[in-house]
């Protein structure tokens, strides 16, 4: 079993800047793939970004892209979102994933262990 626990959330303004983290304990932590998601209210839980880490690949959804990057600190076993030029249509709670299989980072059932979320608003 994988535990998975977010953090970093908040309010922001638009255009400004935040920072997730989730850190992961358990087995054999190297082997998996870490993604981001997030789901608005009354909306369905969407892709944002992943990383590999084999390589570190990263990936990510096109409305992020160039706006939120994903990195990962293995002495901390933290991946981390870093997230900037935030819009109001960011505002969901975002959710961390691990997937210990191959397989297409932006689908939902890769992953096998979640996090519970945490909260991100950005205001006008």
């Known amino acids: 079993q994988v535990q998975l626990v977010e953090s970093g959330g908040g309010l922001v303004q638009s255009g400004g800047s935040l920072r997730l983290s989730c850190t992961a304990s358990g087995r054999s932590f190297s082997s998996f793939t870490m993604g981001w998601f997030r789901q608005a209210p009354g909306k369905e839980r969407e892709f944002v970004a992943s990383?590999?880490?084999?390589?570190?690949?990263?990936s990510y959804a096109d409305s992020v892209k160039g706006r939120f990057a994903v990195s990962r600190d293995n002495a901390k076993n933290t991946v981390y979102l870093q997230m900037n030029s935030l819009k109001r249509e960011d505002t969901a709670v975002y959710y961390c994933?691990?997937?210990?299989?191959?397989?297409?980072?932006?689908?939902?059932?890769?992953?096998?262990?979640w996090g519970q979320g945490t909260q991100v608003t950005v205001s006008s």
């Open positions: 994933a691990a997937a210990s299989i191959e397989g297409s980072p932006s689908r939902t059932d890769l992953y096998g262990f």
């Open positions: 990383i590999a880490w084999k390589g570190m690949i990263t």
